[in-house]
């Protein structure tokens, strides 16, 4: 494990610091097979099915402002650390502008989980800042549920290899599982952490991929699945949003 972290680290340090989006997903790709072939036996036969927010989009999405994104409860808050390592509450990321949450660990090796997520979170984050009208109105959060391992320094060498240095794409952790789990708890986020025989942490969980859009009132407005989540369809609720509060001439007429 110690071995595969390792690598990890000397892997974010010779990337780039910005990835076009088809070379992002193969480094995402190629990341996910080759730790998932460390833990799992050698079969050729074996093969993984990528999930839908991989591939173009199989369906004309409707128009943005075009339908409703009920309310689905309130956001949560907590204490977190930012990844320069300032101590924070969840909400000082909240409410100022439509908001992207999503829960990661660095060294997720479930191809459609963790990667996933980063690699959507980066289509959207290319759409919106590609658009004068949309271009930095939103926010995007990678937040962490693996404190033990991704500290400050961790999540911003992560973060250094998917955000454009500018953009309003924050990646927080927390101090422990004592500030973590009413996070958790808040946003419903199913973690379940691996122990050894010892009880020591083994620095692999199982977790159930969620994606949160929020709006400006700290309200949910949607969330993502592994099946449901996809750059495209995210985009256009970020357009609704972004009409909602402001009336479609905010995002029409490009």
Same mark, same amino acid.
């Given at each position: 494990?110690?071995?595969?972290?390792?690598?990890? $680290?000397?892997? +974010?340090?010779?990337? #780039? %610091?910005?990835?076009?989006?088809?070379?992002?997903?193969?480094?995402?790709?190629? +990341?996910?097979?080759?730790?998932?072939?460390?833990?799992?036996?050698?079969?050729?036969?074996?093969?993984?099915?990528?999930?839908?927010?991989?591939? #173009?989009?199989?369906?004309?999405?409707?128009?943005?402002?075009?339908?409703?994104?009920?309310?689905?409860?309130?956001? /949560?808050?907590?204490?977190?650390?930012?990844? $320069?390592?300032?101590?924070?509450?969840? &909400?000082?990321?909240?409410?100022?502008? #439509?908001?992207?949450?999503? &829960?990661?660990?660095?060294?997720?090796?479930?191809?459609?989980?963790?990667?996933?997520?980063?690699?959507?979170? %980066?289509?959207?984050?290319?759409?919106?800042?590609?658009?004068?009208?949309?271009?930095?109105?939103?926010?995007?959060?990678? &937040?962490? =549920?693996?404190?033990?391992?991704?500290?400050?320094?961790?999540?911003?060498?992560?973060?250094?290899? =998917? $955000?454009?240095?500018?953009?309003? +794409?924050? =990646?927080?952790?927390?101090? /422990?599982?004592?500030?973590?789990?009413?996070?958790?708890?808040?946003?419903?986020? +199913? *973690?379940? $952490?691996?122990?050894?025989?010892?009880?020591?942490?083994?620095?692999?969980?199982?977790?159930?991929?969620?994606? =949160?859009?929020?709006?400006?009132?700290? %309200?949910? %407005?949607?969330?993502?699945?592994?099946?449901?989540?996809?750059?495209?369809? *995210?985009?256009?609720?970020?357009?609704?949003?972004?009409?909602?509060?402001? /009336?479609?001439?905010?995002?029409?007429?490009?």
């Amino acid at each position: 494990m110690e071995a595969r972290r390792h690598n990890l $680290r000397q892997a +974010w340090a010779l990337r #780039p %610091r910005t990835e076009p989006p088809l070379r992002l997903c193969l480094f995402l790709l190629a +990341w996910a097979w080759s730790a998932l072939s460390l833990c799992a036996p050698h079969d050729h036969k074996t093969s993984i099915v990528l999930a839908p927010g991989y591939a #173009p989009l199989a369906f004309l999405p409707p128009a943005p402002g075009s339908y409703a994104l009920p309310t689905m409860g309130d956001a /949560g808050d907590g204490d977190v650390i930012d990844s $320069r390592g300032n101590a924070a509450r969840l &909400f000082e990321f909240l409410g100022e502008k #439509p908001t992207i949450l999503s &829960f990661i660990f660095t060294t997720c090796d479930d191809v459609n989980g963790c990667p996933l997520a980063t690699y959507v979170m %980066r289509g959207v984050h290319d759409a919106l800042q590609a658009d004068p009208k949309t271009a930095n109105k939103v926010r995007l959060i990678s &937040f962490s =549920f693996d404190p033990l391992f991704d500290t400050p320094d961790v999540i911003a060498a992560y973060g250094a290899q =998917f $955000r454009d240095p500018d953009a309003d +794409w924050q =990646f927080l952790t927390t101090d /422990g599982p004592d500030s973590l789990d009413p996070i958790l708890r808040a946003y419903d986020q +199913w *973690v379940i $952490r691996d122990y050894d025989e010892n009880g020591d942490y083994m620095g692999t969980m199982s977790h159930i991929l969620r994606v =949160f859009l929020i709006d400006e009132e700290r %309200r949910i %407005r949607n969330i993502y699945s592994t099946s449901f989540l996809h750059a495209d369809t *995210v985009v256009n609720d970020v357009r609704s949003l972004i009409i909602e509060s402001n /009336g479609p001439a905010a995002v029409v007429g490009r």
